[in-house]
């Protein structure tokens, strides 16, 4: 499994970007996706991700504090895809952003996977 991330890049403070993650190989059930960043300096941490129920209905989304209500996670599940839409970019997003994944190649397995990162610098 190979996770593809994309759409980084150098924003002003106050703008938006759109990152987009796709996930290609053998899977069988994508459990959840979704996002963490590492500033510089700083531990990784979770950014936003989405969990998987029964149901495209039961799906569930968590956020860090720090993103809530400028920050939204979603997915296209027919192209095993997670987006991350940031409005009101601030210097301190500025991070490496990864796409994280739990994905199942059989009914018996869970692994993690991580894209390769994708940097967003936020000028002030």
């Known amino acids: 499994v190979q996770l593809q991330a994309s759409g980084g890049g150098l924003v002003q403070a106050g703008g938006s970007l759109r990152l987009s993650c796709a996930a290609s190989g053998s899977i069988l059930r994508i459990n959840a996706m979704g996002w963490y960043r590492q500033a510089p300096g700083k531990q990784r941490e979770l950014v936003a991700m989405?969990?998987?129920?029964?149901?495209?209905?039961?799906?569930?989304?968590n956020y860090a504090d720090s993103v809530k209500g400028r920050f939204t996670v979603s997915r296209d599940y027919a192209k095993n895809t997670v987006y991350l839409q940031m409005n009101s970019l601030k210097p301190e997003d500025k991070a490496v952003y990864y796409c994280?994944?739990?994905?199942?190649?059989?009914?018996?397995?869970?692994?993690?996977?991580w894209g390769q990162g994708t940097l967003v610098t936020v000028s002030s």
């Open positions: 989405m969990h998987t129920g029964t149901m495209i209905s039961d799906d569930s989304t």
């Open positions: 994280n994944a739990q994905i199942s190649d059989s009914p018996w397995d869970n692994y993690q996977y």
